[in-house]
């Protein structure tokens, strides 16, 4: 594991780091928002990804939502501005769910891939989550395929049918949306 997938670790240790905090899990900033508001919840518990998820983890996630929407009350936001769930192909080790709000401006959101990993399948949902543990007491990996399809899939907007040809094109469109 190399140092920067063990960042979470490193930050969940830390309490000055921690925005809101309960006896099963803490919320963060993102160091690398992709959005205007981006927050991770992280629980203390010891869980690589989402794939160790099983059933018996229903109650943990619902507890991380709680933090989610707490966040997302606290900052004053509207929680229809957001979406809150996990990549299904997370870079970073140490189980995290994002609150992310849907404006997607900012400088670290840079790459076809950054954009991809919060709108397509290659993010789940927090209802998908607990629809797919209820269901399989597991969360169904997508094939390598599906992960490749995904991350090269053509540029959308989240807001409307726009289909830029590039980066720069998506994100001043994007700044459009926020007039």
């Known amino acids: 594991m ?3 997938s063990s960042g979470l670790i490193n930050t969940l240790k830390d309490p000055s780091k921690h925005i809101i905090a309960s006896n099963l899990a803490v919320v963060i ?3 690398y928002p992709k959005a205007k508001h981006h927050y991770l919840v992280l629980p203390l518990a010891d869980i690589p990804t989402i794939f160790q998820l099983t059933a018996e983890h229903l109650s943990l ?10 966040i997302i009350e606290v900052k004053q936001e509207d929680l229809n501005n957001f979406q809150i769930g996990f990549h ?4 970073m ?8 709000s849907r404006d997607f401006v900012s400088g670290c959101l840079k790459t076809k891939k950054h954009w991809n990993s919060f709108n397509t399948r290659l993010f789940l949902p927090y209802e998908e989550v607990c629809q797919q543990l209820k269901i399989n007491g597991k969360i169904k990996p997508l094939t390598k395929v599906e992960l490749q399809e995904l991350t090269k ?11 830029p040809k590039n980066m720069p094109l998506l ?3 994007l ?5």
């Open 88 to 91: 299904n192909q997370p870079s």
């Open 153 to 163: 899939k053509d540029l959308q907007c989240n807001q409307c049918s726009f289909k």
């Open 61 to 70: 996630v619902e507890e991380l939502y709680l933090l989610a929407l707490n």
């Open 93 to 100: 080790e140490r189980l995290h769910m994002h609150v992310i």
């Open 2 to 4: 190399s140092n920067w």
């Open 171 to 173: 994100k001043e469109h």
């Open 175 to 179: 700044n459009s949306h926020l007039k």
């Open 29 to 31: 900033k993102d160091l």
